[in-house]
Nanobody, 123 residues
Framework: VQLQASGGGLVQAGDSLRLSCAAS????????MGWFRQAPGKEREFVAA????????YYADSVKGRFTISRDKAENTVFLQMNNLKPEDTAVYYC?????????????????WGQGTQVTVSS
């Protein structure tokens, strides 16, 4: 079971980035997927989650309207499109998978984690 996050980088405020999370090792058809982030000195926080069908999504208030989570079932990949980035979005972003039967927001609810990708937004 492996999750590989990619797509981070250094951008300016107002720019966009798209993160990808490729899942391998087993079938993730029954897993909900989530994105979390962790800024220096802060706890890891929920960003967005998606059902594997893609029919249900959920976002943290801080990113609602700017970020979009989506998935490609055929490629076992989940994306996080981030628009209008702000300096406060700077963090290491992690993708995660959960077997819970709902869109979970708690770190403890997720069973598998990727290695993280750094997003830095300059003002």
């Amino acid at each position: 079971v492996q999750l590989q996050a990619s797509g981070g980088g250094l951008v300016q405020a107002g720019d966009s980035l798209r993160l990808s999370c490729a899942a391998s090792g087993r079938t993730f058809s029954n897993y909900r997927m989530g994105w979390f982030r962790q800024a220096p000195g802060k706890e890891r926080e929920f960003v967005a989650a998606i059902s594997w069908s893609g029919g249900s999504t959920y976002y943290a208030d801080s990113v609602k309207g700017r970020f979009t989570i989506s998935r490609d079932k055929a490629e076992n990949t989940v994306f996080l499109q981030m628009n209008n980035l702000k300096p406060e979005d700077t963090a290491v972003y992690y993708c995660a998978a959960t077997r819970r039967a709902y869109l979970a927001v708690a770190v403890s609810a997720y069973d598998y984690w990727g290695q993280g990708t750094q997003v830095t937004v300059s003002s």
